[in-house]
């Protein structure tokens, strides 16, 4: 099983809706990251999380909402989907107080919003 | 701010060597780490350099130059499966080493 799982792996999605997407992790990391791609434009970071209580907005944090439910799980929210949305998504944890510069990264959703 | 520079595409053949450079700008630095991705796969870690010098990894290596704002990933012996995205990434401010800025990747093509 992947240590960093992400539900749904697509979703087809009309604009307007709400969605979420998932991750949960097994590495016992405290540390999670949401981060967009989009062809050319690298990761992007849109949220971050260094503990159960602390949330923090990344480079492209509008229109995106996310929930830290426990140290294994983090949640990524668009409450209206917008085509300019349709991206691949990746779910990232680290361990805090290592110094490698090291993420490691679910497989990823792709999001498609029509 | 800070941003990260990388050439957009790399077209070696096997058994050669590539070299993929990276320049950044940072309010602070901290480290330069690499990314391999391969088409609709996940990012995954490679290598990191926090001090100047060269780093080896079996195949792969990494360069740092602080002084130059610079880093480069070399590749050795390509193999077809290396075809892949390559990204250099930075820590944002603070120091921390979790929430990474990334360059916008370097598509490397192994030929035949």
């Known amino acids: 099983d992947a240590d960093v799982t992400q539900t749904p792996r697509n979703r087809i999605t009309k604009t307007g809706k709400r969605i979420m997407l998932e991750c949960s992790q097994t590495k016992g990391h405290d540390r999670m990251y949401w981060y967009r791609q989009d062809p050319g434009l690298g990761l992007r970071l849109i949220y971050y999380s260094f503990d159960v209580k602390d949330i923090n907005k990344g480079e492209i944090s509008d229109g995106y909402s996310v929930s830290r439910q426990a140290q294994a799980k983090f949640s990524l929210s668009l409450e209206s989907a917008i085509p300019n949305q349709t991206a691949l998504y990746f779910c990232?944890?680290?361990?805090?107080?290592?110094?490698?510069?090291?993420?490691?990264f679910g497989e990823g959703s792709r999001l498609t919003v029509l | 701010g800070q941003s990260l520079e990388q050439p957009s595409e790399v077209t070696a053949v096997e058994g050669a060597i590539v070299q993929i450079n990276c320049t950044y700008q940072t309010s602070g630095f901290y480290g330069l780490s690499w990314y391999q991705q391969h088409d609709g796969g996940a990012p995954t870690f490679l290598s990191y350099n926090a001090l100047d010098g060269l780093e080896e990894t079996g195949r792969f290596s990494s360069f740092l130059s602080r002084s130059d704002s610079y880093g480069y990933l070399l590749l050795q012996e390509l193999q077809m499966k290396d075809s892949a995205s390559y990204f250099c990434a930075v820590p944002t401010g603070g120091g921390s080493q979790g929430n990474l800025i990334f360059g916008k990747g370097t598509k490397l093509s192994v030929k035949p």
């Open positions: 990232a944890t680290s361990l805090a107080g290592t110094n490698t510069g090291e993420l490691f």
